[in-house]
Structures are given as structure tokens and as C-alpha cells.
């Protein structure tokens, strides 16, 4: 399985704040969404990423009032390309300890994956491949017996 698959499943919404945006609205705007992070464009282009790992930090440093989303974001953030197996993904997200990476096709931002995107993909793939395996199984040509 590719990064490109659980992208089509996901969709390609894309949720996004301004680098100069003040971060009580890209809090608000991830509250309204319910999403965990915000991919920070600049001049038409991925400049950071904004995930509430970084928005607490600022709470704890009191720092929420007039701080801006480019204060705080992560700057040049890890990415992926789509064709990228979803095993070096969750290789990488754990070497990384990061929970949202971006998909960039060259300069194109294609979308973002969470570590729940991965987590239902590999659930879903091994669900339909036990189905599989119980339907094979249970469809046995009479007479044989299966090679051990």
C-alpha cells in the first residue's frame, strides 16, 4: 500500500493558516475542523506546519495573546511523496515523532496524513485480507487436502 491510497480514501481537504496569522484563530479554525493540524502557506507554497503539539507549547509558555501561527509553526517540516510505501511511513513518522506529515508530489501539496489515516488504512487492508483468506479457506475444493 502507497501513501497516494490512503489519500484517495481520506480526500484532499486541506485545512491551512497564514504565517502572520494571529495562532488564537488557526486554534480556532483547528477547533471548527476538528483537525490536529494546519499546513502553514506562504507565497502560494508550504512554508511550515502547525500541529497542537506547537500550539501547546505556547499555552504553557502564556504565550497565546499576540502570537503569530510563524512564531510557533514547524519550519520545513518532514514530507513524503505519494508513492512512498505506508511501512517507511509509519517508520518514519515514528523515527520523527511526527503525527501529521505532508504529501508533496515535487512542489504540489497533494495533502497531509495523520498517524489515524495510517492507522485505519492497515486496519482496513488487514481486514479485507483476512476476509480473503476465510473466504479462500472456507471454499476448499472438496477431496483436496491443503499442503503444510
Known amino acids: 500500500m502507497q501513501v497516494r491510497e490512503i489519500l484517495r480514501v ?7 493558516a497564514q504565517p ?4 488564537s484563530d488557526a486554534v480556532g479554525a483547528m477547533a471548527e475542523h476538528d483537525v490536529g493540524s494546519l499546513v502553514v502557506m506562504g ?3 508550504m512554508v511550515g506546519m502547525l500541529t497542537f503539539r506547537e500550539v501547546i507549547k505556547a499555552v504553557d509558555a502564556h ?3 499576540s502570537i503569530s501561527v ?3 509553526m514547524v519550519r520545513d517540516p518532514v514530507t513524503v511523496h505519494p508513492d512512498m510505501e505506508v511501512d ?4 518514519l513518522m515514528i523515527e520523527k515523532h511526527s503525527r501529521y506529515i505532508p504529501v508533496m508530489d515535487g512542489t504540489m501539496l497533494m495533502g497531509v496524513i495523520s498517524f489515524l489515516d495510517v492507522a485505519k488504512a492497515v486496519l482496513e487492508e488487514q481486514s479485507f485480507e483476512n476476509r480473503m483468506l476465510k473466504n ?7 477431496g483436496e487436502k491443503p499442503q503444510e
Open 88 to 91: 517507511d511511513l509509519r517508520r
Open 43 to 45: 507565497g502560494g507554497k
Open 20 to 23: 502572520h496569522q494571529l495562532l
Open 63 to 65: 504565550q497565546t495573546d
Open 10 to 16: 481520506k480526500g484532499s481537504t486541506l485545512f491551512t
Open 136 to 142: 479462500y479457506i472456507r471454499n476448499w475444493p472438496e
Open 70 to 72: 510563524e512564531q510557533v
